[in-house]
């Protein structure tokens, strides 16, 4: 079985730790970056060991994840991404989807409900879903077809 890896963008320590704890307790890799930047120059320079699944939050430095998904798309990389964020603002929910994200959800207030929603996003997310983690020639056929 192969091992199974979120990537966090993520710049509040307290939330950080919630990410470690629960991850190292579902036997999860958490690779950690607290700006955009940094995510965007690690998923660019590892297009062949792609993460399962990318969670972000939408305040951070250098590039809000609102327009990090969209630069993340623009690499043709397919891996889920998850907004995670404070905001329930309609547009950060919007702007989020039509940039790419699979997936918005609004952080909980206590760490019982935060291990409940992680729960169902591994659960779902690396479980469950099936993922093609890059656009490229073996997608073309497929592509071709549904657009």
């Known amino acids: 079985m192969n ?20 991850t190292n307790k579902y036997n999860i890799k958490l690779i950690h970056f607290e700006n955009g930047l940094d995510i965007y120059n690690y998923l660019k320079d590892n297009l062949h060991d792609l993460p399962n699944l990318v969670i972000l939050d939408i305040n951070m430095p250098s590039i809000n994840g609102i327009d990090l998904v969209k630069m993340i798309r623009d690499l043709n990389i397919l891996v889920p991404i998850i907004m995670f964020s404070t905001s329930n603002n309609i547009k950060d929910v919007s702007c989020s989807y039509v940039n790419g994200s ?6 909980p207030i206590d760490f019982e409900c935060f291990e409940k929603i992680f729960k169902s996003i591994i659960n779902y997310w690396l479980d469950l879903n099936l993922v093609c983690f890059y656009n490229n020639e073996d997608c073309k056929y497929a592509k071709d077809i549904i657009y």
């Not at 890896?5 to 993520?10: A, D, N, R, S």
């Open 102 to 107: 699979n997936s918005y959800i609004v952080k």
């Open 3 to 22: 091992e199974k890896v979120i990537l966090l963008g993520e710049d509040n320590n307290i939330e950080v730790l919630a990410f470690k704890k629960l």
